[in-house]
């Protein structure tokens, strides 16, 4: 059984810092590409960042240069750090992957449960 597991997320005052982790655990057979996605109430789930096993990162246009996506291919953890936190960050941030599990070995999307993150002007 595939899955992942958040930590960080919480309350900072609008130009903080706060940094999130998702741990992949279970029986996987490869891993593609690990990072974050958002949603704030009555928006669309959008990009926050993503990074392939190679490292080639990805950033949503609202995060470019604040935030900073990295990975840890033998542990399959997948870290961000954000910086210079808006108001406007606040939202759920979930956890994405592509893994391939042992069992199928057919790459799949796994998603976390989704952890709050919130910032006060």
């Known amino acids: 059984q595939v899955q992942l597991v958040e930590s960080g997320g919480g309350l900072v005052q609008a130009g903080g810092s706060l940094g999130l982790s998702c741990a992949a655990s279970g029986s996987i057979f490869g891993l593609g590409a690990m990072g974050w996605y958002r949603q704030a109430p009555g928006n669309q789930r959008e990009l926050v960042a993503h990074?392939?096993?190679?490292?080639?990162?990805v950033y949503g246009d609202s995060v470019q240069g604040r935030f900073t996506i990295s990975i840890d291919n033998v542990q399959k953890i997948v870290y961000l750090q954000m910086n210079g936190l808006k108001s406007e960050d606040t939202a759920v941030y979930y956890c994405?992957?592509?893994?391939?599990?042992?069992?199928?070995?057919?790459?799949?999307?796994?998603w976390g449960q989704g952890t709050q993150v919130t910032v006060s002007s």
């Open positions: 994405h992957a592509v893994l391939t599990p042992l069992d199928s070995k057919i790459p799949r999307n796994y």
């Open positions: 990074i392939s096993s190679a490292g080639i990162p």
